[in-house]
């Protein structure tokens, strides 16, 4: 199946369900209100005080006490709480749930959820793991954006077992976002993270630790290239923990390999050896002049 | 001299002379011109095409056709070449300097221009190196900000040679033009570019290698954090070189002892020991939000 050269019309679903809503949750029931990607929306958040930040709100429909409440005979669910809560969610929802059911998630890393996921027993419904790759440093619904997903990527992790009609829901959900969407398997995009994402941050927490350690008062010299270099070590540490003990494995080889790189740099400084150091600003450059 | 605590008066720079404007001098020219800082701004550029812009702009009184000239008299000059160019170009202007005329540079490194700059000889000018901690991993006139350094950090690396005086007038240059002013000595200047601006870019650089080297698609699904952690990777590889070369024993020390935060880092993924991991992101968000 071609999914991303399909064109049929975009059938909206009836309910979408999303589950623990922090920034991209919100962002998700915004951006469905505003492209009318469903019909009601039904929304669950642990918090009390943040359940009474979504009465109200013109793209929340119906604020409920329990998840099962929310999932109640949704045909779409997203569930975005931290990694480390997605299956256990997903495992409270399952009485609830109707029969063909659509859930996602959008979890930083897909393997182990897409895995336990698919281990749950007695399902009816669909898991099909999503990766929207949006965001920032910022956490909160306070920072969410019903364009959020423009022209993001969006990864979508099918595992072997799941049917195409649900695969192909979720990347038209994710499309109906404006979303860019991608189709990888869920060992294939935490590789990809472990890369792009993961070990960025904690190549940007080492640098920062590092820096703090050296001296405690450099950071008042600090530029917009150190700011712009360790941003995202701004990030919420807890979340951050769960996202890469789910991806441990993938993230290590990543950073043996970026030591490796480093070694090779070394050498470079050591030996005077300008001529190298020219061909990795170069292709450095080169590569990073291709990003927007 | 207590350099920080200073409040005589700000006394107006008869001549500014800037030699080789880029991003950063003609940003200097532009802002001593709204702050009036100087009468008379001198500019040279090496090239015809830059000196033909220069003409007509409200912030430049006159466009020289070589170092001499636009120095002939001036009572400040600002050295904005590449950091290889500083000394061959200071060393030109020696005889058409007049006595106590001050010499000063925006180089992002200073031990080795300071070391050469005191060992011309003959001088009647002072040299006191400067180090405004602006700009970006853009370049060129086309950039240039009156308000570049405004609330910015300038480290000014006065040697042990120089006499109050000079060192007083160039800290009242940067601080008339909206900078913070900090003093080092040019070594302790280069330990912590090293640190805060040199590793950091190589590091980003070495990302962008790195990745590219495993997988020339995944740009596409780099989101806003590898953006942020590899924006300086796109600076002037040719400027970069100069940088990094004048500077390399520092910066081969600083990444030695980065390596080995993030071995730490791989010891606690192998482990599993999630404790430290947690206490790394924590140490490293504090120390993030610290900045602005």
């Not at 931290?82 to 897909?110: R, W």
């Given at each position: 199946?071609?999914?991303?050269s399909?064109?049929?019309?975009y059938q ?26 469903a019909k009601?929306?039904?929304?669950w958040?642990?918090?009390?005080n ?17 998840p ?18 997605i299956?256990?969610?997903?495992n ?7 029969e ?18 698919n ?28 364009d ?15 049917a ?5 829901k ?10 860019v ?18 070990l ?22 600090a ?20 996202i ?7 993230i ?10 480093l ?14 150091i020219?061909s990795?600003?170069?292709q450095?450059?080169?590569f ?5």
């Amino acid at each position: 199946m071609d999914f991303e050269s399909d064109n049929e019309p975009y059938q909206p679903f009836e309910k979408l369900c999303v589950l623990a809503p922090g920034l991209l949750g919100a962002s998700v029931a915004m951006a469905c209100r505003q492209n009318r990607t469903a019909k009601q929306i039904h929304i669950w958040s642990r918090r009390a005080n943040s359940r009474a930040k979504l009465v109200g709100q013109s793209w929340c429909d119906q604020v409920c006490e329990t998840p099962e409440e929310a999932a109640a005979g949704a045909d779409m669910v997203v569930i975005c709480s931290p990694v480390d809560f997605i299956v256990p969610l997903y495992n409270d929802i399952q009485s609830a749930l109707s029969e063909g059911a659509i859930v996602t998630d959008v979890g930083s890393t897909k393997s182990l959820i897409c895995r336990q996921a698919n281990a749950l027993e007695n399902r009816t419904s669909h898991f099909v793991g999503s990766h929207p790759m949006a965001g920032s440093e910022k956490s909160g619904m306070d920072f969410a954006d019903a364009d959020l997903f423009v022209n993001r990527p969006c990864i979508v992790t099918p595992t072997e077992n799941v049917a195409d009609q649900p695969v192909h829901k979720t990347i038209q959900f994710w499309k109906s976002l404006g979303a860019v969407t991608f189709v990888e398997t869920p060992e294939a995009h935490d590789e990809i993270v472990a890369h792009i994402s993961h070990l960025p941050h904690l190549i940007a927490a080492a640098l920062c630790n590092f820096v703090s350690d050296k001296h405690k008062n450099w950071e008042q010299l600090a530029g917009g290239g150190f700011k712009d270099t360790t941003r995202v070590a701004a990030g919420d540490p807890s979340l951050w923990k769960a996202i890469i003990e789910s991806n441990r494995e993938e993230i290590n080889r990543a950073l043996s390999d970026y030591q490796e790189e480093l070694h090779r740099i070394q050498s470079a400084l050591t030996n005077n050896n300008m001529v190298q150091i020219v061909s990795l600003l170069e292709q450095g450059k080169q590569f990073r002049d291709q990003l927007s």
